[in-house]
């Protein structure tokens, strides 16, 4: 990550969003791996079902503006689901983290909630990023669906396994069912794949470990017509630290 992300950054990205759930030993994520995330030229970080995996990072939800947990959690919950930030260059972007319902948990309604905060972030903005962190492929379609010519992107997480349906749909919203994983290629989403067998094999608990080396970065850049808000492109990212391209 340290490698990959700063010769994507350089390729002229204004804004860099990042879903950092797993950042720390592949569940959860610390207040320290969230500095190091901005330290690397991240600008916001999103989350999803893990995020409270790591009880030090509840306070830290409340402190830090950049770092979002999804938005359809009840009210009371600490932390923010949604924020608008300034790109270096000035250009303010709205980010939008929505967790899925779909062999989730039963959360709010992340398209109920979509509507109700992208309202409000429209206010400030038309340039707005929504992260929509679920499982089922149709739930994360739909959104795209329901939220083109609203907002700029929806971008799929959770599954850790890159999808190619990148596109622009009709009403001029980016749409990627999911974003994919940055970590080790040689693993089960991330985990040791040994681990990861014995547990398919025996149906017994083990302890999960996250797997080494052959370290991919995986995401999408999307090109916004800030005067519209709407998106002009969209293109997928697999860079790993032995390749060149996108």
């Given at each position: 990550m340290t490698e990959l992300l700063p010769t994507v950054i350089g390729e002229g990205i204004d804004f860099v969003i990042a879903n950092g759930e797993n950042a720390s030993g592949g569940m959860g994520i610390t207040p320290a791996h969230a500095g190091m995330l901005f330290d690397m030229g991240v600008h916001c970080i999103t989350s999803g079902n893990h995020?409270?995996?790591?009880?030090?990072i509840i306070p830290f939800l409340d402190q830090e503006p950049r770092l979002l947990r999804p938005?359809?959690?009840p009210p009371g919950v600490p932390g923010r689901g949604s924020g608008i930030y300034t790109t270096p260059q000035g250009s303010k972007v709205g980010v939008l983290n929505l967790e899925g319902q779909v062999f989730m948990r039963p959360l709010l309604s992340p398209f109920k909630t979509a509507e109700e905060h992208i309202a409000a972030l429209r206010r400030e903005t038309k340039v707005i990023i929504v992260d929509f962190h679920a499982e089922a492929t149709s739930e994360k379609v739909a959104l795209g669906w329901f939220l083109d010519g609203q907002v700029s992107a929806v971008l799929g997480t959770h599954t850790h396994v890159q999808t190619s349906d990148d596109r622009v749909l009709p009403g001029g919203t980016a749409y990627l069912t999911d974003m994919g994983m940055t970590g080790p290629q040689d693993s089960v989403i991330g985990i040791k794949k040994e681990i990861a067998l014995e547990r398919f094999l025996t149906l017994l608990p083990n302890k999960f470990e996250p797997a080494t080396g052959n370290v991919e970065l995986q995401g999408a850049i999307v090109e916004v017509d800030e005067n519209t808000g709407?998106?002009?492109?969209?293109?997928?990212?697999?860079?790993?630290?032995?390749?060149?391209?996108?």
């Open positions: 995020i409270w995996k790591k009880k030090e938005a359809n959690y709407l998106s002009v492109g969209i293109r997928r990212v697999k860079r790993g630290t032995n390749q060149a391209g996108p």
